[in-house]
């Protein structure tokens, strides 16, 4: 029963956070007769955030790949904002270090412009900071610099 319950928890939660991202970008989401740039809303007011950090801490493969890969390549090949940044912290580490698929996934976002970093106390925790690093990801202490992007104007974080 427990494990009914926190499988209906986990999914619940996915859907939570797939609707919202397609609430964060509007029509934006590419699918059925849909095209990646209409997420664009360039008439609404206020300044626009050029820059977005999106901060991977879930250790669930399914989370990376249906909901945080998924917005963080598609936010940078859309142009929604001009720099992605995809933050790799605390179990996300181990798991991209081992997980083929996803270290697939990362390297298209990374052709396509993406930037990804990781935080090296993390990745040392786990002792997968070589590893990342083989895979074309910066690793370095990160704590000082998602300080400045979550302090910074213009900068845009989410958290997955």
Same mark, same amino acid.
């Given at each position: 029963? @427990? ?5 209906? +928890?986990?999914?619940? /939660? +996915?859907?939570? +956070? &797939?609707?919202? !991202? ?6 934006? &989401? !590419? ?21 977005? !950090? /999106? ?5 669930? %493969? ?5 909901? &945080?890969?998924? =917005?963080?390549?598609?936010? @940078? ?6 720099? /992605?940044?995809?933050? /790799?912290?605390? %179990? ?9 698929? +996803?270290?697939? =996934?990362? *390297? ?10 990781? &935080? @090296?106390?993390?990745?040392?925790? =786990? ?10 990801? *910066?690793? @370095? =202490? ?19």
């Amino acid at each position: 029963m @427990k494990g009914i319950v926190l499988g209906y +928890l986990r999914d619940t /939660v +996915l859907v939570g +956070l &797939c609707i919202g !991202a397609i609430g964060f970008v509007g029509s934006g &989401c !590419a699918g059925p007769g849909g095209s990646e740039s209409a997420g664009r809303d360039d008439a609404s007011a206020g300044p626009r955030a050029d820059s977005l !950090a /999106v901060l991977w801490t879930s250790g669930d %493969p399914a989370v990376a790949e249906k909901v &945080c890969f998924m =917005y963080t390549h598609n936010a @940078k090949k859309a142009g929604w904002f001009d720099r /992605v940044v995809l933050i /790799v912290w605390g %179990p996300s580490a181990k798991l991209l270090s081992e997980d083929e698929r +996803l270290q697939e =996934y990362v *390297e298209r976002m990374l052709a396509d412009g993406v930037e990804v970093k990781a &935080c @090296k106390a993390c990745a040392d925790s =786990y002792g997968v900071s070589d590893r990342l690093a083989e895979l074309g990801i *910066e690793v @370095k =202490y990160m704590g000082r610099p998602l300080t400045r992007m979550l302090k910074a104007d213009g900068w845009e974080v989410l958290t997955f």
